[in-house]
């Protein structure tokens, strides 16, 4: 280790509790720690900061607070949307998605596909773009709900949320966005969007993990996932996590608050940074389309370049960065978000993403270029030729090596 200062690009991950969202949180989790359902002022007391949080999640979405239904995180939030849409509507047994959403998304339809529900995984193109024709023809009488994202965690890329919702409500089906990557990053408004249901979640924008929410808007059928007692008005049964929530109340007044100049900024160093890799490294690609795109996230692969291996030695520097692979039973699966993009498994494996955030500075970018063209090198040098080939993705040269 070279110091103790973490050079932090994974902010799509997760980020750092904000200090203002700890301060908020702290008075429920020492002297107001009362169940918000019991009948006395000491419980009681708690019901008023739960609201106060419901309305500020609500403004940062431009929702009302009575839409907002809070769950213990996004995964949760965007497996009551389907769940929901399909249960309300029993004659309707068909979801349309794409091929490159997250796993909460795409597990989910996995499992509801096993229990007889038929999904559609919609293509992407080699930008990681939608097709609208295809995702017109994709759409049936019996959808009931279509799952897209709005924001890819991966590489950032945007899909046509309000262009796919007008095309929804023309058919009568409900559409739900998975949009956990965007607040503070993006301008976020529900009735901009015309979604029905929406998803996100406190850790990606400077709130506590385990908290999220699902907005439904007001009239749309509703059955809740988690049932118990008639907290959320009966729409998530569990005693409520009164600082989390307090927290997320908090972060998103912090989101909210971003101001459009902030949002530049922090695409303009991102860009420096893509700049700069792709050309200060040879052989060296972006993945995904240059916009619309999130103002914070690059995915790059890097020829001849295993993924991990790069991680780990940046990892020795104290930088902090991720690959899409998922490590499973010891061998490293290449990203679905990149396979559905067109690249090949061994190009899908030397992606890595950096994602920016408002506390990166011009000096963690430079701290992470100064160093990350001579590990590429070095780890091209030590590939013997035969690797280095196969690792060159379609459209690259191969890699001195
Ligand atoms: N959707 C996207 C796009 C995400 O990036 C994540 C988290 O990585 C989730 C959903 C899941 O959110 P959570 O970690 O709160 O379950």
């Not at 729409?235 to 101001?259: K, M, S």
């Not at 890097?302 to 940046?314: I, S, Y």
């Not at 160093?371 to 780890?379: I, K, M, N, S």
Request: charged content about 15%; aromatic content about 6%.
């Amino acid at each position: 280790m070279t110091g103790s200062k973490t050079y932090y690009f994974d902010s799509n991950a997760t980020t750092s509790v904000a200090p203002e969202v700890l301060e908020a949180m702290l008075p429920y989790l020492t002297g107001k720690w009362g169940n918000p359902s019991s009948p006395y002022r000491f419980g009681k007391q708690l019901v008023e900061p739960i609201e106060q949080a419901r309305e500020s999640v609500a403004a940062l979405i431009g929702a009302n607070s009575g839409e907002i239904v809070f769950t213990s995180c996004g995964t949760e939030s965007i497996n009551t949307a389907l769940t929901s849409c399909l249960h309300t509507q029993p004659g309707k047994r068909h979801i349309v998605t794409t091929a490159v959403e997250h796993s909460a998304t795409k597990n989910c339809c996995a499992a509801l596909a096993e229990r007889g529900y038929e999904v559609t995984y919609l293509p992407v193109n080699r930008d990681g773009s939608l097709d609208l024709k295809l995702f017109t023809q994709a759409l049936r009488p019996d959808t009931a709900v279509v799952s897209i994202m709005w924001a890819n965690n991966e590489t950032g890329v945007l899909f046509p949320i309000p262009e796919l919702a007008a095309i929804c409500r023309a058919r009568g089906i409900l559409i739900h966005t998975d949009a956990v990557q965007v607040p503070g990053k993006l301008k976020l408004d529900v009735n901009a969007l015309g979604v029905d249901l929406l998803s996100l979640s406190a850790h990606k924008l400077h709130g506590p993990k385990g908290v999220g929410l699902l907005y439904v808007r007001q009239g749309t059928p509703y059955q809740a996932l988690v049932i118990g007692g008639q907290q959320e008005g009966g729409h998530r049964g569990g005693t409520e996590n009164v600082p989390y929530l307090v927290g997320f109340g908090r972060a998103a007044a912090l989101a909210n608050a971003v101001p459009v100049a902030a949002q530049r900024k922090l695409a303009a160093l991102r860009d420096s940074l893509e700049d700069e890799i792709l050309a200060r490294v040879p052989h060296t690609a972006r993945n995904g389309a240059k916009e619309p795109r999130l103002p914070n996230t690059t995915s790059i692969a890097f020829a001849g370049v295993e993924a991990e291996a790069l991680l780990m030695l940046l990892d020795q520097l104290n930088i902090c960065a991720s690959s899409g692979s998922a490590c499973t039973t010891g061998s490293v699966a290449p990203s679905h978000v990149l396979t559905a993009m067109g690249l090949g498994p061994v190009a899908a494996r030397s992606t890595i993403r950096f994602s920016l955030d408002y506390e990166t500075t011009a000096e963690d970018v430079a701290y992470l270029l100064g160093h990350l063209p001579r590990l590429v090198a070095e780890l091209r040098a030590a590939a013997s030729p035969r690797a280095a080939a196969r690792s060159v993705p379609a459209g690259l040269a191969a890699p001195a090596v």
